[in-house]
């Protein structure tokens, strides 16, 4: 007897500490707030991902959370890779394919890589924080997410495994004749000393126009009008591969995958780095195919670096009137809030704070389908210390220093001495690949979370629809007047005004369903009974918008009892809402 009994009590104790370790892994501070206590997909968000690491964490998501997280790919990039989505939502609650949509993609330009990243921080982030974080709940009940981490699967996975500078290839890896010669990307950068990284040459001259930072010995800096120089600066490591006389000439063809898209799209000799025409490459078309396949798409958001920057349309002075004043004030809504969220980032016109972009997938998401679309430049070097240098980039030593001070020099490569076999006796040295564009690790997963909280803002925002109120009135002969009000509880309207004025997408529909409907109308002003007869399809009434934080009030005219009759919303932004009489 005693053995059962001390079995019990064991029993007892450790559920009892099974119940304590679990009440404090969530309430006594084990869990930094903020952050997912026992995540089920464990990843560290201080390292950056190749394709296969990628392709593991979207397929292991989805395994944690079948009724959260789907997998499937939007199509094949150049190199045959499959283009990832992840679509999240709550599968339980409502019509996934039904509910306001939020497309995010990252890592467009391939040199530009945290946006990859950051789009795999916001789907972890969503899924793992579904059942502990009640916002999160709500939100995934009410919206959709298609999470796209890389559009440029074929050019980051080049950046990442081989010999590249900070700023190659920006393209992807369709191979051109750069300098004419009838071969194809055969003049590349080259890893002179086989150390792994792509740094700057320098040769000693009395004739140069450089020299080194007597405050720092790895930067260099022009020399004052008034003084000799001691270096001449020979552009990145490479060798004459071809014999032409030329280094570096011929690198990964040269195109701007960002410049490939529909809107007010410019050939090369007006905009560099167009191609033959809209949509030549493989993984714009993928990306435009699936949007065009979901219209219930209202929010989107693409992820770039650098310099710390909400980017929202235009990003040429001729589309400015495009962007008229009722869709900026949403665009100013979200930006200032972003200014908040993320300290050192700026909320910017692309055209006008930035420079002009012909073709860009901003405004062919914008103009081109009607979705309130930012792009955010990530980093920025007023994060290294904390404020912005009062110098430019080139007059400060803001890299070098947090280089030297927080990341023990590792961020360069120090100049080192080398016999080039045309350039003769050389230094090579400088800052290595996933500096000064790129996020230092410990500093990634903080401005992951800014920018996912950036994003998550806008999406919460996308319209929702209900219908509030319903109202009967006893008419004479048998008649009855119902009168119906549907709001939109949120800032962005089920279609933007530019929408509006181009019909890119259809109104919405108001139906009164289960009742013999004889006449519908649009309640203009119900103080003085000022409606607007829909003479066709009375039952259901076409509005051309619900604007945010707003409401439409409908009306119709009934013959006969009044059954469970049911009002029903039909947005495809908006989504599906509808409230039985």
Same mark, same amino acid.
């Given at each position: 007897?005693?053995?059962?009994?001390?079995?019990?009590?064991?029993?007892?104790?450790?559920?009892?500490?099974?119940?304590?370790?679990?009440?404090?892994?969530?309430?006594?501070?084990?869990?930094?707030?903020?952050?997912?206590?026992?995540?089920?997909?464990?990843?560290?968000?201080?390292?950056?991902?190749?394709?296969?690491?990628?392709?593991?964490?979207?397929?292991?998501?989805?395994?944690?959370?079948?009724?959260?997280?789907? /997998?499937?790919?939007?199509?094949?990039?150049?190199?045959?890779?499959?283009?990832?989505?992840?679509?999240?939502?709550?599968?339980?609650?409502?019509?996934?394919?039904?509910?306001?949509?939020?497309?995010?993609?990252?890592?467009?330009?391939?040199?530009?890589?945290?946006?990859?990243?950051?789009?795999?921080?916001?789907?972890?982030?969503?899924?793992?924080?579904?059942?502990?974080?009640?916002?999160?709940?709500?939100?995934?009940?009410?919206?959709?997410?298609?999470?796209?981490?890389?559009?440029?699967?074929?050019?980051?996975?080049?950046?990442?495994?081989?010999?590249?500078?900070?700023?190659?290839?920006?393209?992807?890896?369709?191979?051109?004749?750069?300098?004419?010669?009838?071969?194809?990307?055969?003049?590349?950068?080259?890893?002179?000393?086989?150390?792994?990284?792509?740094?700057?040459?320098?040769?000693?001259?009395?004739?140069?126009?450089?020299?080194?930072?007597?405050?720092?010995?790895?930067?260099?800096?022009?020399?004052?009008?008034?003084?000799?120089?001691?270096?001449?600066?020979?552009?990145?490591?490479?060798?004459?591969?071809?014999?032409?006389?030329?280094?570096?000439?011929?690198?990964?063809?040269?195109?701007?995958?960002?410049?490939?898209?529909?809107?007010?799209?410019?050939?090369?000799?007006?905009?560099?780095?167009?191609?033959?025409?809209?949509?030549?490459?493989?993984?714009?078309?993928?990306?435009?195919?699936? /949007?065009?396949?979901?219209?219930?798409?209202?929010?989107?958001?693409?992820?770039?670096?650098?310099?710390?920057?909400?980017?929202?349309?235009?990003?040429?002075?001729?589309?400015?009137?495009?962007?008229?004043?009722?869709?900026?004030?949403?665009?100013?809504?979200?930006?200032?809030?972003?200014?908040?969220?993320?300290?050192?980032?700026?909320?910017?016109?692309?055209?006008?704070?930035?420079?002009?972009?012909?073709?860009?997938?901003?405004?062919?998401?914008?103009?081109?389908?009607?979705?309130?679309?930012?792009?955010?430049?990530?980093?920025?070097?007023?994060?290294?210390?904390?404020?912005?240098?009062?110098?430019?980039?080139?007059?400060?030593?803001?890299?070098?220093?947090?280089?030297?001070?927080?990341?023990?020099?590792?961020?360069?490569?120090?100049?080192?001495?080398?016999?080039?076999?045309?350039?003769?006796?050389?230094?090579?040295?400088?800052?290595?690949?996933?500096?000064?564009?790129?996020?230092?690790?410990?500093?990634?997963?903080?401005?992951?979370?800014?920018?996912?909280?950036?994003?998550?803002?806008? @999406?919460?925002?996308?319209?929702?629809?209900?219908?509030?109120?319903?109202?009967?009135? @006893?008419?004479?002969?048998?008649?009855?007047?119902?009168?119906?009000?549907?709001?939109?509880?949120?800032?962005?309207?089920?279609?933007?005004?530019?929408?509006?004025?181009?019909?890119?997408?259809?109104?919405?529909?108001?139906?009164?369903?289960?009742?013999?409907?004889?006449?519908?109308?649009?309640?203009?002003?119900?103080?003085?009974?000022?409606?607007?007869?829909?003479?066709?399809?009375?039952?259901?009434?076409? /509005?051309?918008?619900?604007?945010?934080?707003?409401?439409?009030?409908?009306?119709?005219?009934?013959?006969?009892?009044?059954?469970?009759?049911?009002?029903?919303?039909?947005?495809?932004?908006?989504?599906?809402?509808?409230?039985?009489?």
């Amino acid at each position: 007897m005693k053995k059962y009994i001390s079995l019990f009590l064991l029993s007892c104790s450790l559920g009892a500490a099974a119940q304590e370790k679990t009440i404090n892994d969530d309430l006594t501070g084990l869990r930094a707030i903020g952050t997912p206590a026992s995540p089920k997909v464990k990843i560290s968000w201080n390292h950056y991902n190749d394709y296969a690491m990628i392709t593991r964490f979207c397929q292991d998501l989805a395994k944690a959370y079948p009724d959260l997280v789907k /997998v499937e790919s939007i199509g094949k990039s150049t190199q045959g890779k499959d283009m990832w989505v992840l679509t999240i939502s709550d599968f339980k609650s409502g019509n996934v394919d039904r509910k306001p949509g939020f497309y995010i993609d990252g890592n467009i330009h391939s040199n530009e890589i945290q946006g990859t990243e950051v789009a795999m921080y916001t789907a972890w982030y969503l899924a793992e924080s579904f059942n502990s974080v009640d916002f999160i709940k709500q939100l995934l009940k009410d919206k959709v997410f298609y999470i796209v981490p890389t559009i440029n699967p074929d050019a980051r996975e080049d950046f990442l495994k081989n010999p590249n500078t900070p700023h190659s290839p920006r393209s992807g890896m369709l191979a051109f004749d750069d300098d004419g010669d009838g071969k194809a990307d055969e003049d590349k950068f080259d890893d002179l000393d086989g150390d792994g990284n792509i740094v700057m040459m320098r040769r000693k001259t009395p004739y140069g126009r450089w020299k080194v930072d007597c405050d720092n010995p790895q930067r260099m800096i022009p020399a004052k009008p008034d003084e000799k120089g001691e270096y001449e600066m020979l552009g990145y490591e490479g060798i004459d591969n071809d014999g032409d006389g030329a280094v570096n000439e011929d690198l990964i063809g040269y195109y701007d995958p960002n410049r490939d898209w529909g809107w007010n799209w410019q050939p090369d000799y007006i905009q560099r780095g167009a191609l033959y025409h809209p949509g030549t490459l493989a993984e714009t078309r993928n990306v435009k195919n699936f /949007v065009y396949a979901h219209s219930n798409i209202a929010g989107a958001q693409s992820y770039h670096n650098n310099g710390g920057m909400f980017l929202r349309g235009p990003g040429a002075e001729e589309d400015a009137g495009f962007y008229v004043p009722q869709d900026g004030a949403v665009y100013d809504y979200f930006g200032k809030i972003g200014e908040k969220i993320n300290p050192g980032y700026k909320y910017f016109v692309i055209y006008k704070d930035l420079y002009t972009v012909y073709g860009g997938e901003i405004d062919w998401l914008a103009l081109g389908r009607g979705v309130f679309t930012f792009s955010t430049e990530l980093f920025t070097s007023s994060k290294l210390f904390g404020k912005q240098s009062e110098e430019g980039r080139g007059q400060n030593n803001d890299f070098e220093e947090f280089s030297k001070n927080l990341l023990f020099n590792d961020a360069y490569v120090a100049w080192k001495p080398f016999k080039h076999p045309q350039y003769g006796d050389i230094e090579i040295g400088g800052p290595k690949k996933n500096y000064t564009r790129n996020h230092p690790g410990f500093m990634l997963e903080e401005d992951a979370h800014r920018n996912m909280a950036f994003t998550v803002l806008h @999406a919460s925002q996308m319209p929702k629809l209900e219908v509030s109120e319903i109202r009967q009135k @006893a008419l004479a002969g048998g008649f009855t007047e119902v009168t119906a009000v549907v709001t939109n509880a949120k800032v962005i309207p089920t279609h933007s005004a530019h929408d509006l004025k181009y019909k890119i997408e259809r109104p919405d529909y108001i139906s009164l369903k289960n009742a013999n409907v004889v006449a519908g109308m649009i309640v203009e002003n119900e103080d003085i009974n000022l409606t607007k007869e829909q003479k066709y399809t009375p039952q259901t009434i076409e /509005v051309s918008n619900i604007s945010g934080m707003s409401a439409v009030k409908v009306r119709w005219i009934v013959k006969g009892k009044l059954d469970k009759a049911t009002v029903e919303v039909d947005s495809q932004k908006g989504g599906l809402t509808s409230k039985t009489l």
